[in-house]
């Protein structure tokens, strides 16, 4: 594969998108359909064309090793046991920097030296949780990666299967960002059930997949080749998900890899990297980054400008028939001012869409309380993760220790348990106002077969159907992350307060009481239900004058139900305008039916080029594609 044929191949796609788009938008022309929120949202979108290649795997399988192989450099923390407690984002960068990204996306930069102190687990024990560290949503760092393009960053997560439950969250909430995934094995054992349970998970998010397995070095090539076919068959099953329809299991050794880099002899060098196999590595990465960067995005940009393109030509042929007015002007008409009757009944404020889309929000708002409720039963996730840790506790000495963490941990796993379930309930939501626009839109389309002067342009096909998949990464902007950010500082005051009321003299008490093990064991367990009673009381059932869970509930609703207005309301505007333009020409005068003319024939010539670009870039991708399966 020539890395740099494909870079400039991708590059030469994008500009040819950027320039079409452009052109697009710098039309001003009244007969003109309004423009979308998704074609409005390529402009933000194209400017940053970050992806993300998310390293995900079972802890202490060589993630963080992997990475600084690859940079060549030994930048995130590792160790023997478990290292990374945050998520590392590295921005392939000339320069070098390092930042501290909160959830509110403001940034606090730091050196060098503070990437073990607020993202290793191992610092976190030794000198106790940093300051920030349950706010930081990344760290990112800028470093240059020779071998890949400008506009990719790669990300290190903590890991699944953790001893650390919240390791665990941070990673699958980070994989939902997720542009392609490296999934990391080690060679010790056949993958487990959690591992293929992951992997699932992560194809739901993204069909660019790549497996490596890491350590080599450890073990003889024939366990090595055995391994390698082993976990080949267990992950075959999956192989229809991935992008490329094939799972290959590609064997290397980081530690070679990083000797490779600090090997000043250039012969030595190249033998070491030989012997890691990384270049089979780097192959399927490239491979991979090219299919995310060069394909998944570009083919939904093109499909947004064809399908607008197509809308275009419509109110053209319309309009010429209109004009024309050779029969069809006044059934046209007709067929438009029933379809407008028919969508707002069927769809506006009263229709039945869109009443069951607003129950359904309304039934997802209710369900906070509940759900909350669940969350801090005995039953629930956060009590059971934390009775399994201290059902483990096998002496004084290991309970002693567990104290000292255990306040500031429960804290924080009931903050992000709150904000899971609301960002669950967010995501619900979009999903449902999605599914409502794309039905909807279906609903005003007409046809998509008419040409501009014999020159048909057809859809990309993407292997996705309906709008909710091809704008997979689309989000209500009226669903701001706002909302959960804020629930971390709400806790942090009174139930923090509650904690250090309750726990406050236990790490003392412990060291001059003289106890049995589960007696300990009972006690945290009875804190640990009422830390969790407390937190509930906090939320669902303290009034001032309303609860919190209410003024929040109250706040998602309204949000939501003003995105459905929004939606319905932009849809119908732009039925309203056809219809009110048609209702003109057919109308309109000998001398005004003229200036029509003139103003149609002036989009028709403007919009040639536009149409012809969009075929270009159609033929382009293919091109692509092709290269790249063929790769």
Known sequence: MNGQELTNQVSAIRKQIVDTYNKIMGIQNPLLPPKDREL???EEQLKHDVYD????????KGKSSFINAILGEAILPVNTEVATSQVFRIVNSDTESYELVFMDETR???????????GSQVAANADGTPMFASSIDYIEIHYPITFLPKNIAIVDTPGIGAVYADHERITRRYLKRAAAVVFIMDPQ?????PEIAFVKSALEVTNQMVFVMTKMDNYDSEYIVNMVRRNGDILNPLAEQTYSKHISVLPMSSKILADAAQNDDEVLRDLDVISSQFDKVREALERMIYTTVGLVD???FTNRMIAYNTKVLNVIQESTNALNDNGQAKQLLEDKKNLQNKFSAQWGPTGPHYKEVAQQISDETNSISNRIAVMCNPAGTVYQKFQEEINVLKDKAEAEEYAKAFPTRLKETIEHSVRDVLESISN?????????ASNMNEQVEFSNDITLDGIALEGIDTGQKGFAKVLGTFRMTYLTSAIFLGIGGMLLGPIGALLGGIFGGIASWLTTKETFVNELKGKYL????????????ELCVKANPITKVEEIRRDIKAKAENALKQVYDEQKQAVDERVKVLTEQIQADTQERQKKQTELSGLRTAWKPIHTHLTELKQSIEQLEKKLETA
């Open 108 to 118: 606090k930069a730091i050196s060098k030296d503070d990437l073990t102190r607020y």
């Open 428 to 436: 619900s939501i979009n999903g449902k106002l999605k599914d409502y």
């Open 53 to 60: 290649v998310v390293v995900c795997g079972e802890v202490k």
């Open 526 to 537: 009875n804190y640990l239900g009422k830390t969790l009673n407390g937190a509930y009381t």
């Open 40 to 42: 409005l949202a390529m």
């Open 189 to 193: 054992n056949p993958l487990t059930e």
């Open 298 to 300: 570009n083919v939904v």
